[in-house]
């Protein structure tokens, strides 16, 4: 049964994901990607990587995507005009694709990196050992020692990054009328 699950989840994932790109309306996209979110969400649980599940479903399925829809609908991106791209365009675009996807499997199997690579050792962990005095563990309490005393600047430099992102949708959905004189009301894109 779980094998049954990981190729459903997976199929979900990846289904949606293509269906992220090939979508014509922005909030339709947006939809897809919170669907492929969850579905990596799902996996983890699989994998029996709760706290990871938890913080995909929050912080990518949950406030990102929000914050996506927020945008979108602020800039009314969801009528957008469609761009029909030139052939020097797309031939571009092939030939950069093919040369990631050969890097990649040249990455692969021909570097090392193939199942013949020894895999770590995982040693029994001594009878006394406790989260404090082992150097790697998995709960949320050193996850967040971790992140509010060595990665504080890295967080707070995110945390102003999408205040700036916020405050620069809100001036950009403010159009000014012709007159100058007060700020016209902001287009709200309706799907």
């Not at 699950?5 to 309306?25: C, D, E, I, K, P």
Request: positive net charge.
């Amino acid at each position: 049964m779980p094998d049954f699950l990981f190729y459903l989840f997976s199929a979900l994932t990846v289904l949606s994901a293509f269906l992220v790109t090939v979508s014509r309306n922005a909030v339709n996209g947006a939809m897809y990607m919170i669907v492929s979110f969850v579905g990596m969400a799902a996996l983890f649980v699989l994998l029996e990587a709760y706290f990871l599940a938890a913080l995909q479903v929050l912080v990518y399925a949950g406030a990102v995507m929000v914050l996506f829809l927020f945008i979108i609908m602020l800039l009314d991106a969801g009528k957008g005009r469609t761009v029909r791209p030139d052939r020097l365009t797309t031939a571009a675009a092939c030939i950069g694709g093919l040369l990631l996807i050969s890097g990649l499997i040249y990455i692969t199997f021909d570097s090392g990196a193939a199942p013949s690579t020894p895999l770590p050792v995982i040693t029994e962990l001594p009878e006394n050992a406790t989260a404090t005095n082992i150097p790697f563990t998995t709960s949320s309490r050193s996850f967040g020692y971790g992140l509010f005393t060595k990665y504080m600047l890295p967080f707070q430099v995110t945390g102003f990054l999408l205040l700036i992102a916020m405050i620069g949708v809100i001036v950009l959905s403010k159009r000014i009328d012709s007159s100058g004189d007060e700020p016209a009301k902001p287009r709200i894109a309706k799907s």
